[in-house]
């Protein structure tokens, strides 16, 4: 779909407005730095009264204006708009061409000048520049707020998610202040243990928070080696065997002792890391997780299923947001940053992959990474 810019011509001969309008009207002007095409609404106006009265009825985007004008001049007009901070561009338009005119009307805030008499391409060139430098200036006001609005919604949910850690280790350190449990300090070691967690939770939150940064930044330097992916499922699923034992947690491992890929082994990491250690997590006491990898000649096939507490559709939509945590009964005691699933999203984009998820309440999810490295994929 292309954009539409008005265009007010203001100019008091009849002559160059009905010139000008016959060479804009079907003018377009493409745009590859944003996969876009502009097309031109053309409007006239004969006098300073008119252009005032046209700009009331509606914006415009470009105002062709001629330097000299029945009722006011031209500069006058453009110093006004100046001014005014409105979101336009000038072209001044004069038969009394001059370097000095031309430095006046830049001063006052003229995008571009031109001197008459003009060709309909000169017209149609000075249009299609002043089209793209305002288009791309908008687009990148546009991307400039809304960085602006991420990263302050960015900063307001991380500082509420850690509002509640520092609040219950804040609320345990004065209960052992007061002694309000006892006196022997064995009593205290619940409240200590519950400060040790909180603790971790934000530290994970932190190693969580750094690692996504370092992947949308593009800064983080990639190292490719070949990897191999059963080696680092294991040692994921030693990060959470004592829980896992713990709650008499099943785990299976099903992935061919010689599958590998050419990717950054600290990525993939992430990935199982995130998967596995969730899949504990959001299980059920008794419950079981399997693990899969298949490759072959140009992709990757992760899957990790488990029977834990499964997820609405609604619920599995949101899943792979950032600061996305899924908050009900069955998840509140359950502690976590909602920065571990759009981290994996994110690495496997890199990989030009997809991450997805099935899922039933109750019942437990599915989910399936696919990556298509450009690199080596031995069987």
């Given at each position: 779909?292309?954009?539409i810019?008005?265009v007010?011509?203001?100019?008091?001969?009849?002559g160059?407005?009905?010139?000008?309008?016959?060479?804009?009207?079907?003018?377009?002007?493409?745009l590859?730095?944003?996969?876009?095409e502009?097309?031109?609404?053309?409007?006239?106006?004969?006098t300073g009264?008119e252009?005032?009265?046209?700009?009331?009825?509606?914006p415009?985007?470009?105002?062709i204006l001629?330097?000299?004008?029945?009722?006011?001049?031209?500069?006058?007009?453009?110093e006004?708009?100046t001014?005014?901070?409105?979101?336009?561009?000038?072209?001044?338009?004069t038969a009394?061409?001059?370097?000095?005119n031309?430095v006046?009307?830049?001063?006052?805030g003229a995008?571009?000048?031109?001197a008459k008499?003009?060709?309909?391409?000169e017209?149609r060139?000075?249009?299609?520049?002043a089209?793209?430098?305002?288009?791309l200036?908008?687009?990148?006001?546009?991307?400039?707020?809304?960085k602006?609005q991420?990263?302050f919604?960015?900063?307001?949910?991380?500082?509420?998610?850690?509002?509640?850690p520092?609040?219950a280790i804040?609320?345990?350190?004065q209960?052992?202040?007061?002694?309000s449990v006892?006196?022997?300090?064995?009593?205290?070691?619940?409240i200590l243990d519950?400060?040790?967690?909180?603790?971790?939770?934000?530290r994970k939150?932190?190693a969580?928070?750094?690692d996504?940064t370092a992947i949308?930044s593009?800064?983080?330097q990639?190292?490719?080696?070949?990897?191999n992916?059963?080696?680092?499922?294991?040692?994921?699923l030693?990060?959470v065997k004592t829980?896992?034992?713990?709650?008499?947690?099943l785990?299976?491992?099903?992935i061919?002792?010689?599958?590998?890929?050419?990717g950054d082994?600290a990525?993939?990491?992430?990935i199982?890391?995130?998967?596995?250690?969730?899949?504990?997590k959001?299980?059920?006491?008794?419950?079981?997780?399997?693990?899969?990898?298949?490759?072959?000649?140009d992709?990757?096939i992760?899957?990790?299923?488990?029977?834990?507490?499964?997820?609405?559709?609604e619920?599995?939509?949101?899943?792979?947001?950032?600061?996305c945590?899924?908050?009900?009964e069955?998840?509140?005691h359950i502690?976590?940053?909602?920065?571990?699933?759009?981290t994996?999203?994110?690495?496997?984009?890199l990989?030009?992959?997809?991450?997805?998820?099935?899922?039933?309440?109750d019942?437990?999810?599915?989910?399936t990474?696919?990556?298509?490295?450009?690199?080596?994929v031995?069987?």
């Open positions: 779909m292309a954009d810019l008005d007010l011509v203001v100019d008091d001969e009849f160059m407005r009905r010139g000008a309008e016959r060479a804009l009207k079907d003018m377009t002007v493409s590859p730095d944003i996969n876009g502009v097309r031109f609404n053309i409007r006239t106006a004969a009264k252009l005032e009265e046209k700009l009331q009825e509606k415009t985007d470009i105002l001629d330097h000299i004008l029945p009722d006011m001049a031209g500069l006058d007009i453009l006004r708009l001014k005014s901070s409105i979101d336009l561009l000038v072209i001044m338009i009394y061409a001059s370097l000095e031309a006046t009307a830049t001063r006052r995008y571009d000048f031109l008499p003009f060709t309909p391409e017209l060139g000075a249009v299609r520049k089209a793209r430098h305002l288009i200036q908008r687009q990148a006001r546009r991307l400039a707020e809304e602006r991420v990263r919604q960015f900063i307001s949910v991380l500082a509420h998610e850690l509002k509640a520092i609040a804040e609320g345990y350190i209960m052992m202040r007061e002694r006892g006196d022997k300090l064995a009593d205290y070691d619940r519950r400060c040790i967690l909180r603790i971790e939770g934000m939150m932190i969580d928070l750094l996504l949308e593009g800064q983080r990639r190292t490719f080696t070949l990897v992916l059963g080696e680092i499922a294991r040692q994921a030693e990060n829980e896992a034992q713990s709650r008499h947690i785990i299976n491992l099903d061919p002792e010689q599958a590998q890929m050419e082994r990525e993939i990491e992430i199982f890391n995130n998967l596995i250690s969730n899949a504990v959001y299980n059920r006491d008794g419950g079981q997780v399997d693990v899969s990898a298949r490759t072959s000649s992709e990757i992760i899957q990790v299923r488990d029977t834990g507490i499964g997820l609405t559709e619920e599995s939509k949101r899943l792979f947001s950032d600061f945590r899924i908050k009900n069955k998840t509140r502690l976590g940053s909602g920065l571990g699933l759009s994996v999203k994110k690495i496997v984009n990989y030009h992959g997809d991450i997805t998820v099935e899922s039933q309440p019942v437990g999810s599915t989910f990474v696919v990556l298509r490295p450009t690199g080596k031995v069987q």
